[in-house]
Every structure is written in C-alpha cells, then in structure tokens.
C-alpha cells in the first residue's frame, strides 16, 4: 500500500505554499503527527500531518478495516501577532491523534475538545470542525482507498460549544454569519447566543 502522506504534504504545499515550520509529536502506541505552519500575509495556517496514514475506523466496528473508511487532515486558520498561537501545535496533535487513540470518526459538525485552552490565554478550549473543499481540495487516493479531506477548525468559546451541543452545527454557524463574527481573531469573545 503506497504511503500517502507524501501525497498529502504535497497537497498542502500546492495548496498553502512553503510551510515556514514544523513540529512532530508522538502519542505513545501511535503513529507520528506532524504540525506545519503556514504563513500568508496576517494569517497563520497550521495543518496536521500524519492523521490521514489510516483510515478512521467505527468505533463499534468489530475490526477496523486497515484500507477503506474516511481519511482526514485537520486546518487552522488565525490571525497572526494578537496573541502566541504556536502553542497550539500540541492540542492539534493531540486532536489528529484521537482516532488512533479513541477510535473516532472525525467528521464535519463534530465537536473537538481538548479539555484546556487551545493556546495560552485563548478562550476557547474546543473546536467544530467545518466542511472540507474550501481552502484545500479533497486528495483522490488510488482505489480502494476513500480520498484525504482537510477539514477546517473553527475555535469555540466553551458557551459556543455548550450552545452547539443543544441546537447544532449549523445554526452556531448561522449565528456566526448573522452576528459578522471574525473567526480567525485568535481572542475574540464568544457570539450573543440570547
């Protein structure tokens, strides 16, 4: 079975140009996650490596298959310079390596948590992920192998993510529109949910 993850890096290179950093982290009885930094004017993208080597298995499943089911990489987008936001290598390693260690799917609507601040300082502890295609475009993998999508990080506030459990994704993310909210702002305030 051919190693995607060369595949995969050069996705997002054509996709987000040269990283300008990287950072590897290992869980123990996990595969390494690396962390890469992309910089593009004000903004910082930091994109995981390493999640899409095996496909997310059901948790209820009896065996995992070891070549079909979904592949995925994670993408964070901030604004850079308010606040350090490197410090969030960590937490996304952490979040990529949760279908090794946890045996979930991680899917669009999905809520990730990491239990603490994402970066020092930040207010939020949790993110939703976001549908993939927009920024970089699924990679179609040889058959049998389902194609690597890079789902977006959308931060939130500990109340966004309580609020989001009772009405959903989509209507958070409707609020968010509807209120103009800046989701890249690495310290901003959480959404009027009243």
């Known amino acids: 079975m051919a190693d995607v993850l060369p595949l995969v890096e050069a996705r997002l290179r054509t996709a987000l140009g040269e990283p300008d950093a990287r950072a590897a982290v290992t869980f123990l009885g996990t595969d390494r996650i690396e962390v890469l930094r992309f910089q593009e004017g004000d903004i910082v993208r ?3 490596l390493g999640m899409s080597a095996h496909p997310m298995a059901d948790p209820t499943a009896v065996v ?11 993408v964070l987008s901030v604004r850079a310079g308010a ?23 991680v899917a669009p609507g999905a ?13 939020f502890t949790s993110v939703l992920v976001a549908e993939p295609g927009g920024l970089v475009e699924d990679l179609e ?26 009405h959903g994704a989509q209507a958070l993310q409707e609020r968010w529109l ?17």
């Open 46 to 48: 930091y994109a995981t």
């Open 141 to 166: 993998l040889d058959a049998p192998l389902d194609p690597v999508s890079f789902l977006p990080l959308l931060p939130m506030t500990p109340n966004e993510a309580a609020w989001k459990r009772v």
């Open 83 to 105: 606040t350090d936001t490197d410090k969030v290598l960590r937490p996304l390693a952490v979040l990529a390596a949760s279908p090794q260690v946890e045996g979930v799917v």
């Open 178 to 194: 509807t209120h103009g909210t800046d989701l890249r702002d690495p310290t901003r305030a959480s959404v009027p949910l009243t």
């Open 111 to 123: 809520s990730l948590d990491v239990g603490e601040p994402l970066w020092p300082g930040a207010p």
């Open 64 to 74: 995992a298959d070891p070549v079909k089911g979904p592949r995925a990489e994670l």
